[in-house]
């Protein structure tokens, strides 16, 4: 049994960790207060190789596993939460497009994934059909050879940033086998964005997609009509471990920070890390946050590996980030009233560590298919 990163992984650490200390962290707070990322932001991530992670090669990605694109993200959440959300649905909408796209899908729009030329935005949730996404509206109708899409998305990570979306819509009856997933420019005639006021994650441009009989043609339709729900459904679980260690990363930074505050201020004649009620709680909260990302570990190893990750990646998904928000809590109370104030960088981790608990399934969502696989689907709710 091995804990340790390969070689060739520790390089690729150190390489995203420069980076995202260089490149990201200086614009965090800006990125944060104005809402949005500078100018040139997706390509540079795509230079840095990093939407390209779990790309092909042949596609031009590097053609890279679970686990890298786990400590790409591990690094950029230490820097800043948000940047990872790009990187993630590179790895995410790659990965679906990969496995249920034609060679010719493939080649026309892989590439420009990896490059962070095509920012792809995960078009599913609707205003009535968060958890119940088997459920949604939108519809997909016949429209001559192609199609056209008439519905409401809302509440998608980088919809006000996205050109493409892999968008899921109804083209049959009632339940997963009637929808279809379809990627389609979202410059196209048809769409209208809005940009939603966030408590967190700010700069992600989460918005809300009205489509008014978008024309979509035959050949964007993603793997079979009426498929497309079970395809996504695959990705979720490689996703959800990748949002487990965000989340952990994102605190043990949290505590990080905490930790050097406490070495540094003194209060009754001595450093505040002296003082057992300052230093038990961090202690506490670094144990569970080790724990949490060594399981969002272990579920992107074990896909790489070829074995099933359900219960280890929904695992994750459900207890990292609640162990996130509560070490990050405890870092902003031991800054006491220094961390009490929109400036500070806990501030900013405080309000991004919430979106974790909600992003690609909630804590319940995940819990049930962690019940369905221990007890059985007819002994589990």
């Not at 919809?159 to 997933?181: K, P, Q």
């Not at 009205?210 to 793997?223: K, L, N, P, Q, T």
Request: charged content about 25%; proline content about 4%; aromatic content about 6%.
């Amino acid at each position: 049994m091995d804990f340790g990163f390969t070689d060739e992984q520790r390089a690729l650490a150190r390489k995203v960790r420069d980076f995202a200390e260089e490149r990201i962290a200086p614009g965090a707070a800006r990125n944060d207060r104005e809402g949005t990322f500078p100018p040139g932001f997706f390509t540079e991530l795509g230079r840095a190789g990093l939407t390209g992670l779990g790309i092909p090669e042949r596609h031009g990605g590097r053609g890279l596993g679970a686990v890298e694109v786990g400590i790409a993200v591990e690094e950029l959440a230490k820097a800043e939460v948000t940047a990872c959300y790009p990187v993630l649905n590179a790895a995410l909408i790659g990965g679906i497009i990969d496995r249920n796209g034609t060679e010719e899908q493939k080649a026309a729009w892989l590439p420009a994934v990896a490059a962070g030329e095509a920012v792809v935005a995960l078009v599913l949730t609707e205003p009535e059909h968060g958890t119940d996404a088997a459920a949604i509206e939108l519809r997909a109708e016949r429209d001559g050879d192609g199609w056209a899409l008439t519905g409401t998305k809302t509440s998608i990570m980088l919809g006000a940033h996205a050109t493409h979306g892999l968008v899921f819509a109804r083209t049959g009856e009632g339940g997963a086998r009637g929808v279809t997933a379809f990627y389609v420019p979202l410059e196209r005639e048809g769409v209208r964005r809005e940009r939603l006021p966030d408590l967190g994650a700010r700069a992600g441009g989460r918005a809300t997609i009205v489509f008014d009989r978008c024309a979509v043609r035959a050949d964007e339709v993603v793997g079979e009509v009426g498929e497309g729900f079970v395809g996504v459904m695959r990705g979720f679980d490689h996703s959800r471990a990748l949002i487990a260690v965000m989340a952990a990363a994102s605190a043990q930074a949290a505590l990080d920070e905490a930790m050097a505050f406490a070495r540094e201020r003194t209060a009754f004649g001595q450093p505040i890390g002296r003082h057992q009620g300052v230093a038990f709680p961090l202690v506490e909260h670094a144990t569970r946050v080790r724990a949490a990302r060594l399981l969002a570990y272990e579920a992107l190893w074990r896909k790489d590996a070829g074995l099933d990750h359900r219960v280890e990646a929904n695992m994750a998904k459900w207890w990292a980030p609640r162990v996130g928000v509560e070490a990050t809590h405890q870092a902003l109370l031991t800054f006491g009233h220094r961390g009490w104030h929109d400036e500070h960088p806990i501030s900013r981790r405080m309000r991004d560590a919430i979106g974790p608990e909600i992003a690609d399934g909630t804590e319940n969502a995940t819990k049930l298919v962690v019940a369905r696989q221990l007890l059985g689907r007819e002994h589990a709710p």
